[in-house]
């Protein structure tokens, strides 16, 4: 699993992958002088590491190299937002809460996702209500009646070894 790219790493990154070809050293470094004041050879230890780390690889031209991206922006950020959810202890409720950060635009994009990752639609899911927006949710989560929790299963509420042997 990736860690999060520093600032610079991202800022290098970004270009790579904004331009989606092989990239030298001083293409980047002119593009990032336009925003801050940065050294040829930051640039070059900066790709140099991310080539390291297997973000780029590299093609020797002459006595400087030309990098591209290993993978998209999309996949990184697929496997960040991956990560993070895979280190939760209730996968679930963090998935409502993400879609509860999100705006309108960006469940619309959820919704097209899932939409292309299931494939056509048959007729009876055509045929299947969205689902309820947050507000909807929450208001039919308060209105619906309170069930009694079951009793806890054994990996659910651990107990001493001595609890386990009946003592």
Known sequence: MPRPLGELEDAVMTRVWKWNRPVTVREVLEDLQQERSIAYTTVMTVLDNLHQKG???????????????????????????????????????????????????????????????QGPETPEASAAPEAPEPRQREAAQQEAPRQEPAEPRQEENPGSAEDAAGR
């Not at 990098?67 to 895979?86: F, G, H, I, K, Q």
């Open 55 to 117: 973000w780029v690889r590299r093609e020797a031209e002459g006595r400087a190299y030309r990098y591209e991206a290993v993978s998209t922006r999309a996949a990184y950020a697929a496997a960040l937002m991956n990560d993070a959810w895979s280190q939760s202890d209730n996968p679930a409720a963090a998935l409502v809460a993400f879609f509860g950060m999100m705006s309108e635009e960006q469940r619309h994009a959820l919704r097209d996702a899932v939409r292309i990752v």
